[in-house]
């Protein structure tokens, strides 16, 4: 089946440090890819949506300053958290979409992202 | 309130049971309702999907969908230790973009 690559799988980093975080749709071209984060034992919170080529549409409460996300090519997308605080720490989650929904939407591994 | 309900659990249950997961939800404009499995540390996959309200099997997996109740149930039949997972529900609608809303998971314990 198709897969999603997502880099790095864990990263620990110094507060007021950014990171960036790569989702690849790996055997198909993704139309649009989300990002979610999802704390321990809660639902999955869907973060952004990004359409190749356009800018990403934050869900409600998002910073889209700290939280900055780029779908520059239909095979890739990057999240990067700008001066990462401890309250960040989370793990983040990607999927990608293809033609032919929702078969064909599928999810990265994740990153679990560590903020000291 | 949450838009979707799932009880975390977690659910232990002897190896060859039949296992129940179910979700509530509040929005009735949901028409697409899907089950996903997450193993540890790793990104969901998806079991099944349902289109509005009716029951879908798949091998040892039926889902089913009571739109009247808002009310969403996973069965597994026949249930593996290879089944131990966190199962998660998410809904979507078409007005909304078909952006998934998903229930916070339901921890399962397959024993052997």
């Known amino acids: 089946g198709a897969v999603v690559s997502q880099h790095p799988s864990r990263v620990i980093c110094k507060s007021g440090t950014s990171v960036k975080i790569e989702c690849r749709s790996l055997?198909?071209?993704?139309?649009?890819m989300f990002w979610y984060r999802q704390f321990p034992k809660q639902s999955l919170m869907l973060m952004a949506t990004?359409?190749?080529?356009?800018?990403?549409?934050?869900e409600q409460g998002v910073e889209k300053d700290k939280f900055l996300i780029n779908h520059a090519s239909l095979t890739l997308s990057t999240l990067t958290v700008t001066s990462a605080h401890p309250e960040d720490s989370s793990f983040y989650i990607c999927?990608?979409?293809?033609?032919?929904?929702?078969?064909?939407?599928?999810f990265g591994s994740g990153t679990q992202l560590s903020v000291l | 309130q949450k838009e979707v309900e799932q009880d975390p659990g977690p659910l232990s249950v002897p190896e060859g049971a039949i296992v129940s997961l179910n979700c509530t939800y509040s929005?009735?404009?949901?028409?697409?309702f899907m089950w996903y499995r997450q193993y540890s540390r790793k990104g969901p996959e998806l079991l099944m999907y349902?289109?509005?309200?009716g029951n879908k099997e798949d091998g040892r997996f039926t889902a089913q969908v009571d739109k009247s109740s808002k009310y969403i149930s996973l069965f597994i039949r026949d249930s593996q230790p290879s089944d131990s997972a966190t199962y998660l529900c998410?809904?979507?609608?078409?007005?909304?973009?078909?952006?998934?809303?998903f229930g916070a998971g339901t921890i399962l314990r397959v024993k052997s």
């Open positions: 999927s990608a979409g293809g033609q032919g929904w929702p078969e064909k939407l599928f």
């Open positions: 055997d198909f071209q993704a139309t649009t």
């Open positions: 349902t289109y509005s309200s």
């Open positions: 990004s359409n190749e080529g356009s800018k990403a549409t934050y």
């Open positions: 998410a809904m979507s609608a078409t007005e909304y973009g078909n952006k998934l809303v």
């Open positions: 929005n009735s404009a949901f028409q697409y």
